[in-house]
């Protein structure tokens, strides 16, 4: 169980996902936090959470993928080696296999084909396994050129799996090293790598097939950077610069193309929320969060951002009107690492993740939580 000191039992400290023991931190410590801001539940609230079944593992910096049959896959929890599988009509988990290698703070990516392939985080792990939903179980894959822990994953048009950046513990430290997986023959290959070595950053696959990375932390600090990767070209551009640098922020495609990127740190945890506009390639401000958050969220089904973990309750993002409006209480709130994923009903689950624990007048401690809720619009 972690220390989480310098504030009062009632206030959520927003955490960078796990490191690997040993690890340096950038984390959003407790005493760089913002005092909360005051919140008001009331009937205008965007949502509600609800309790559900829990998990037979209690488990923090975790992934959960959506599966072609509805079933959430959920992977990851410091020397955890076992996935859950959550069923939403039933609300009931059962195991879905061991894996080889114990993974936090790494990827887990849906293929094309519906199976799910996980690489990297744990000890700095270059392993990576696929997930068959068919037998419900694991099988190893190629291992990456790069061993890496906070990196991120994108799927792309043609099928292949970019992985970039992240940390290693080579002595090469964050990494510019960018790699492609094949499905098709289990392999993995270097492409070019990023202009500026980042971890803790965001990966997102625009309408036009090119994927824009943005933010992070590197040796010169937190990072407002941000690089556009042509998979046709297999070359790396700079983009606008973001208004705000911040690592472990959420980044989310809308439907009408632009990109939000909200929260993380730099290294206080920050409110604030940004726009990319892939066609004039500028960055632009929007409305601040009502509470702090960190990478957990997802587009609901009528275009809105749920953004949740961190704070008490989720925010949820409207488009049209630029705004920010806080949900419900969630029930179990994580102070970090946990996952949320898109239901095929419109409903979201918020699962694992770090919760406050032995709470005293000097701070709190947190451990892995093995809570899941349900948040409904």
Known sequence: MRSIAGGACGVLVLATPALAAGSASSSLRAGARPATPQRSFASTSAGSWAATTSMASARAHVTATRLGNGRILVVGGVDEFTAELYDPPTATW???????????AHVAVRLADGRVLVAGGGRYSADAEIYDPATNSWTATGSMNVGRISLTGTLLRDGHVLVVGGLSADGTGVQASAELYNPATGRWTLTAGLRTPRRNHTATLLADGTVLVAGGFNSSGWLRSAELYDPVRGRWTRASAMTTARENASATLLGNGSVLVAGGGNPSATLSAELY???S?????????TDYHGPAAVLLQDGRVLVAGGGYAGDVYSPATGTWTATGPMVNPAVGGAAVVLLANGQALSVGGEKLANCSPKGCGSAPSATAEVYTP
């Not at 059962?94 to 936090?104: F, Y």
């Not at 390639?281 to 969060?289: K, L």
């Open 277 to 279: 506009d892939p066609a």
């Open 281 to 289: 390639g500028r960055w632009t401000r929007t409305a601040d969060m």
């Open 94 to 104: 059962s195991l879905a296999g061991t894996l080889s290698e114990s993974h936090w």
